[in-house]
Structure formats: structure tokens, C-alpha cells
């Protein structure tokens, strides 16, 4: 009998891209266990495979801790060590390759004979772009790159846009009526959303680094700005307020979360930072994120700092909340230059997603 050495070798090929693909996506579900807890590190997971069988699996479980890789390697049991001279290892985010505050990655994966190492992307951060996958092949390692590569740019949507763009990765998010209005025009606070909205606000706010406001915003509705429903770390609140208008008393100034107040008046509070607020002042605001390693602010009004963001196109993504109220007038909600990615119903209220494509 004759064997067809094309077709063997072809099917050999899908078979092992179909593997990477199931490893690399088992990746992910590790990785967003880390979601709230690593920034400002991106989400990591790692599987460590010998013949078909998941031997180790790990996950960057907090920041300032061990990396995916190295809880995937001590993951892997007493008994099976001996494996990892013949194992894969799956990562969906080059393994680094320089002292942070852990040490190298791939010198780990050098360290233990690890022969094949699959990586979804590389990384964007200077200090590895490139270094870590050039490491292991240094030591002989087979070296793939670039399955579902996308997918896992868009896990790390944060940490990527925070290292290409020198910018914090920027959400927009309000409240709308079924006529299109954000406010009505008394001024004060009327409620529009309901309250699976109000928790999943909440749950968001956990899994961003700041979140900011503007004067009337602050004034008016005297948000916390915390995440009261759902556990998690509360984000760094910023507020805008030109000339201390605000009273120290309103809870933007309590001791529930850390808070930057940024204004052009003489800084009387430790939270107070100065800023021109001239035309520049966004970019100078996000540079100031930027130094201090903040990758992602939720935008959460009012409507005059929703449209400023969006004139100057320093937009990522925007979160929207239709409620089932009616305004009839007051105050239109911002207009949007895209149509939604994603619309799904939270009772009565319809959220829906846009993504920044420019």
C-alpha cells in the first residue's frame, strides 16, 4: 500500500492548528480570570500540554504576582515533571523577557527544557516586543506566533492600545431615552436606566483602572463613583472642576476610592492636580494617566466632557443604556458617528456597543 505523503503531512498540519487553536483559546478563559486584578499588566493564561493532555494550566492571578507562565509550570504535578521536556507550552501573550517585578518568563521555559512554545501575539511593550520569542528560539525552542491573533489583541484591547497609542484605552458610557434625550432641562438628576443596569455599571467599574466626570456631573447627581455592586477594586475617580466650584463634602472627596480633581485654581487638597483647561486639556489629562501606568478610564459624563471626547475622536469604545422612559425634551444624548457591534436586552432596557474604527 502507498501512502501519500502530501496528504498525510496536510492532514498532520490541520490537525495540529486545530490543537493550538482549542490550547490558545483555553488561553483566554484563563487569561479573563485576571480581569480587574493585573492592570496594569495585561491578561495572561497558559496551558502546558504533553500528548493531548492538559499536564498544567495557570493564569496571572494578581499584579505584582507570579505570571501565567510560571503558575502553569508550578501547576503541573510532582509525577508529570518529567514531561515538560516533551510538553507544549500555549500562551496567549509573548512570554517576557526582561526583570519586572517577577523574573523573565522565558528563561523559565529555557530553564525547563520546554521543547515547543505556541504564542497567540506578541507584546507590545518595548521592554519584550519581540525579545522573548527571540529568546526562546535562541535556546532551540520551536516557536509558533500568531494563532488567533486578533482574538488575542482584543483580550488586551487595553494594555495594546495603551502601548501603540501612549494613551489609556477610553470607554464612553451613558444613558439615553426612547426619544434620544440624556437629560431633561432642569438640570437635575433623573433616572433612566434600570437596575441590572445600574449593577453591570458597577461590574464595569471593577475591571477599569479610573473613571471620570465633570463639574455639573459631580454637583448634581453627587455620584460615588464606586463599584457598591459587585465586588471588586473601586477605579481611580477623576474629576474635572475648573475653579473648585465643588464642596469638599460631596463624596468625590471620600475616602471610598482615590480621587485626582483637576483644576486651574490654587491646589488646596492632596487630590487637587492643576491643569490649563484650554484646548489641551484631554491630551494633558491622559498624558498624566499615561506616566502613571493608568490603561483604561470609563467616561461616565456629563454630556459636554462625553462630546469633547468624541470632537477630538479620543474614543474607544462607547456603552450606551436605552431606557424605557420618555423625555419628550431636555437635553439631546450625544451622537455617535458608528453603528453598534453589539445590542443585547437587559430587561427593559437595551444596552448596545460601538467600537472606534477610525
Not at 171 to 185: N, P
Not at 243 to 258: G, S, T, V
Amino acid at each position: 500500500m502507498t501512502i501519500d505523503c502530501g496528504l498525510w503531512t496536510k492532514k498532520q498540519t490541520v490537525i495540529m492548528q486545530n490543537q493550538n487553536v482549542k490550547y490558545i483559546q483555553r488561553c483566554f478563559e484563563l487569561a479573563v480570570k485576571g480581569m480587574g486584578n493585573v492592570a496594569p499588566n495585561p491578561l495572561v493564561g497558559s496551558v502546558i500540554v504533553h500528548q493531548g493532555r492538559i499536564i498544567g494550566e495557570g493564569y496571572h492571578e494578581l499584579y505584582g504576582t507570579h505570571h501565567a507562565e510560571v503558575n502553569a509550570v508550578n501547576s503541573v504535578k510532582e509525577k508529570d515533571r518529567h514531561l515538560l521536556k516533551e510538553a507544549t507550552l500555549y500562551v496567549n501573550l509573548e512570554p517576557c523577557a526582561h526583570f519586572g517585578r517577577t523574573p523573565p518568563c522565558a528563561d523559565l521555559i529555557v530553564k525547563h527544557q520546554i521543547p515547543n512554545v505556541v504564542i497567540a501575539c506578541q507584546d507590545p511593550f518595548e521592554k519584550v516586543a519581540g525579545k522573548g520569542i527571540q529568546k526562546l528560539k535562541d535556546a532551540g525552542i520551536n516557536v509558533t506566533l500568531g494563532v488567533l491573533e486578533k482574538e488575542a489583541q482584543e483580550l488586551n484591547k487595553r494594555f495594546f492600545t495603551f502601548f501603540i497609542k501612549k494613551r489609556p484605552y477610553i470607554i464612553l458610557k451613558w444613558a439615553q431615552t426612547q426619544d434620544g434625550f440624556f437629560a431633561k432641562k432642569d438640570g437635575q438628576q433623573h433616572w433612566i436606566s434600570n437596575k441590572i443596569a445600574k449593577r453591570l455599571t458597577h461590574k464595569w467599574r471593577t475591571e477599569e483602572q479610573a473613571i471620570m466626570v465633570g463639574t455639573h456631573t459631580a454637583k448634581v447627581d453627587n455620584p460615588q463613583l464606586t463599584a457598591r455592586l459587585w465586588k471588586g477594586q473601586n477605579p481611580l475617580r477623576i474629576v474635572l472642576d475648573k475653579n473648585l466650584r465643588l464642596k469638599d463634602d460631596l463624596h468625590i472627596y471620600d475616602e471610598n476610592a482615590p480621587t485626582w480633581v483637576f483644576t486651574e485654581g490654587t491646589p488646596r487638597l492632596p487630590q487637587h492636580r492643576q491643569a490649563t483647561f484650554n484646548d489641551e486639556l484631554l491630551e494633558h489629562i491622559l498624558m498624566e494617566l499615561f506616566k502613571q501606568n493608568i490603561q483604561s478610564v470609563i467616561v461616565e459624563g456629563g454630556k459636554t466632557l462625553l462630546e469633547s471626547f468624541l470632537a477630538k475622536d479620543l474614543w474607544d469604545e462607547a456603552r450606551i443604556f436605552t431606557g424605557n422612559v420618555y423625555f419628550r425634551d431636555g437635553i439631546q444624548a450625544p451622537k455617535l458617528p458608528s453603528v453598534p457591534i453589539h445590542r443585547t436586552t437587559l430587561g427593559d432596557n437595551l444596552l448596545t456597543i460601538h467600537r472606534n474604527t477610525t
